[in-house]
T-cell receptor, first 112, second 119 residues
């Protein structure tokens, strides 16, 4: 699975859009980009994933560049409850390889 | 919906003691995983299972054993606990990727964690 690079920390004002970048320059054609977050010391929570097209769900939007070497997770209207560590993960979709490899993520702090 | 339930939530052991952590899921997921998380680090995979009766090693399997006798349960055992095993342990479950095309979400659902201290 390709490695990812994320900034260690970011701040965002409450009510503004939080844009979290992720670099995955060695991603291969059939690797998906996943985003999870971990609030305080709880178990990680799935946010969104995509292959090449931009994706949106009730939690966030995922923008993947055309060359797929980087992506951005967008929380459109950040709230204090979005303060968490956000993990960008890249992996294949193959039988028996559903394992997630977590890095150290980005610690997002929402400022009141 | 309980989702993924881990027991116990907290435990303190002395070096050399043994214990078993229990993970139970009620989502009929085929896959289950055990991770550990040390301070300031991401999660690391210990062992995983792709179905009842099967287990496989992850990134950091040494010092741990697992069993999957029932589809809904995945047990993590420490035979002789060491201070280096002080950590937070998370269990997760998921459908396999091959079911994702039928609409099942192949995402991992995590439990609340077990905080283990080995003195």
């Amino acid at each position: 699975d390709a490695k990812t690079t994320q900034p260690p920390s970011m701040d965002c004002a409450e009510g503004r859009a939080a844009n979290l970048p992720c670099n995955h320059s060695t991603i291969s054609g059939n690797e998906y980009v996943y985003w999870y977050r971990q609030i305080h010391s709880q178990g990680p929570q799935y946010i969104i994933h995509g292959l090449k097209n931009n994706e949106t769900n009730e939690m966030a939007s995922l923008i993947i560049t055309e060359d797929r070497k980087s992506s951005t997770l967008i929380l459109p209207h950040a709230t204090l409850r979005d303060t968490a560590v956000y993990y960008c993960i890249v992996r294949f979709h193959t039988f028996g390889n559903e394992k997630l490899t977590f890095g150290t993520g980005t610690r997002l702090t929402i400022i009141p | 919906n309980a989702g993924v339930t881990q027991t116990p939530k907290f435990r303190v052991l002395k070096t050399g003691q043994s214990m078993t952590l229990l993970c139970a899921q009620d989502m009929n997921h085929e896959y289950m995983y055990w991770y550990r998380q040390d301070p300031g680090m991401g999660l690391r995979l210990i062992h995983y299972s792709v179905g009842e009766g099967t287990t496989a090693k992850g990134e950091v399997p040494d010092g741990y054993n697992v069993s999957r006798l029932k589809k809904q349960n995945f047990l993590l055992g420490l035979e002789s606990a060491a201070p280096s095993q002080t950590s937070v342990y998370f269990c997760a479950s998921s459908y396999p990727d091959r079911l994702a095309t039928s609409g099942a979400k192949n995402i991992q659902y995590f439990g609340a964690g077990t905080r283990l201290s080995v003195l």
